[in-house]
């Protein structure tokens, strides 16, 4: 995965995870966009990531959203004309499922290198991340976690979720049962209501 903007620049590579920035630590993956809008534009922080197991402290002048976009679409064409090298996998497509609360990622080498998921968890989708106050921040799920069934059905995409979710909803259910995964391989059931 390539990243654009003052991101690239300062250094910043998939992969990498964020500890701190401008001194404050990132205690979940949603809180980080909420961290960095309350900075200026054009200050400079310094941003503490963990790489391959040791720490970094690297150096952003903050930009604005747009231009970042506008970088990144770039790239994205740029990269369109790249023939992808032997061994490298595209990046992992992000779902947002609001009335769970969660995001979700696909399994993958670097899902699994982000959140330290151990290889015996074998299938599943990521939760990339949980809303604070959500139903699923009350039953403790995590970013890390794997969604391994969602109504005894099992799934294997961010997109599968949304698909067995919408079926759940035309049924008339209004809880969905979850089979997770920690990324110690641990397993549990959690009930989440599926009402908008």
Known sequence: MSLAGPAAAAG??????IVTVDGKAIDAM???PRMVADLPVGKEVAIVVLREGKEE???VTLGRLEEAEAAA???AKASDKVEPQEGTEPPAPVVVTGPLGLTFADLSPETRSRFGIAGDVATGVVVAAVEDGSA????RLQPGDVIVEVGQEPVASPADIDERLAALRKDGRTNVQLVVQNKDGHVRWVNLPLAE
């Open 73 to 75: 679409a770039v790239a």
């Open 136 to 139: 699923a921040d009350e039953k």
């Open 30 to 32: 949603h809180a980080l």
């Open 12 to 17: 910043i590579a998939a992969g990498d995870v």
């Open 57 to 59: 402290t690297l150096s």
